[in-house]
């Protein structure tokens, strides 16, 4: 869950960064993707370019929106020495939590997305290179937190990093479920909650598969 409710600038700063990303995929249904200028995304926002630029360092990636990315700071740092729970996948829920807590939480802006990804294979091919990244963040922090911890101390690197891999991609499972359950429901619950509940149910499932 969000710790705290933001302040006045920072509204206004998510409130322009999700007006600049609503109007280039909008120009990008209108009239195709190569059709989408900075110039014209900066008048349907009413802002400068100048400004655009303060935002996103480029037109396509104001039609992608952020990159995932794991958050720094005490978060990371928490999850790397052990904590807060002490357990491996319920750990990486509350670290894939701060990390969503920075997405746009507008299901009518994501469908739009997935509408403009779908009919533009390079802009698909960015999100997916993206989404690599991010899975390679996460192996990372997994490595590095078994070897602080001394969790499987004997084990050979390569065992360490086959199952960092593997906790990795569980991870990117359960963010991609949390997705699909929430662009699909109708109700009025945050993409980080949802995100909270894929992860507790699979904390559920592994207990009842070593029961």
Not at 2 to 15: C, H, T
Not at 17 to 43: K, Y
Not at 188 to 194: A, I, M, Q, Y
């Amino acid at each position: 869950m969000p710790d705290a409710a933001p302040g006045l600038r920072e509204r206004k700063r998510r409130a322009t960064r999700l007006a600049i990303q609503q109007a280039a995929l909008r120009i990008a249904i209108e009239s195709g993707w190569p059709a989408v200028t900075v110039d014209e995304i900066a008048r349907r926002v009413d802002v400068s370019p100048r400004t655009f630029f303060n935002y996103f360092p480029s037109k396509e990636q104001a039609l992608l929106g952020d990159d995932p990315t794991l958050p720094a700071g005490p978060a990371l740092d928490a999850f790397r020495a052990g904590g807060p729970t002490g357990e491996l996948l319920s750990d990486l829920g509350v670290l894939l939590v701060h990390a969503a807590e920075e997405l746009v939480d507008d299901r009518e802006l994501l469908a739009e997305r997935q509408q403009v990804l779908r009919a533009a294979p390079e802009l698909f091919s960015r999100r997916m290179a993206s989404m690599k990244e991010f899975q390679a963040q996460i192996e990372d922090a997994v490595t590095e937190r078994l070897t602080a911890t001394g969790a499987d101390v004997d084990e050979a690197p390569e065992v360490l990093r086959r199952r960092a891999r593997l906790a990795s991609v569980v991870a990117l499972a359960a963010l991609r479920h949390a997705w699909w359950e929430w662009s699909d429901g109708g109700s009025e619950t945050l993409l980080v909650d949802e995100l909270q509940r894929s992860f507790d149910e699979l904390g559920a499932l592994v207990s009842r598969s070593l029961v």
